[in-house]
């Protein structure tokens, strides 16, 4: 695989679950939020791995949680297998949230 001769700040390998190979590009996190039909993404940030293993990509996707408002009635959250660590699912049902 050859690396651009211009490569965009923030790109690298990495690889694509989708694809199921190494792939030149950036990854992110999105939070998206959903009732009935309507679905919102509220957030989306830049993930840059360089920062530490694994551990920025749990926080930031715990940070983009904890910015929702409690829930006033019964509100599910639901997360990609990948999230699905202690400390998130934790700080989900602190607040009210239901898995």
Not at 15 to 31: C, P, T
Not at 43 to 66: E, N, T, V
């Amino acid at each position: 695989m050859r690396q651009a001769r211009r490569p965009i700040q923030g790109t690298a390998y990495i690889f694509s679950h989708l694809e199921g190979k190494v792939v030149w590009g950036r990854q992110a996190v999105a939070g998206t939020a959903g009732c009935g039909s309507i679905a919102l993404n509220y957030a989306i940030q830049r993930y840059d791995k360089d920062l530490g293993k694994d551990g920025p990509k749990i926080k930031c996707a715990s940070d983009m949680a904890s910015s929702l408002p409690k829930p006033e009635g019964k509100a599910y959250f639901m997360a990609d297998s990948w999230y699905s660590c202690a400390e998130i699912i934790d700080s989900r049902l602190k607040n009210g949230w239901r898995a």
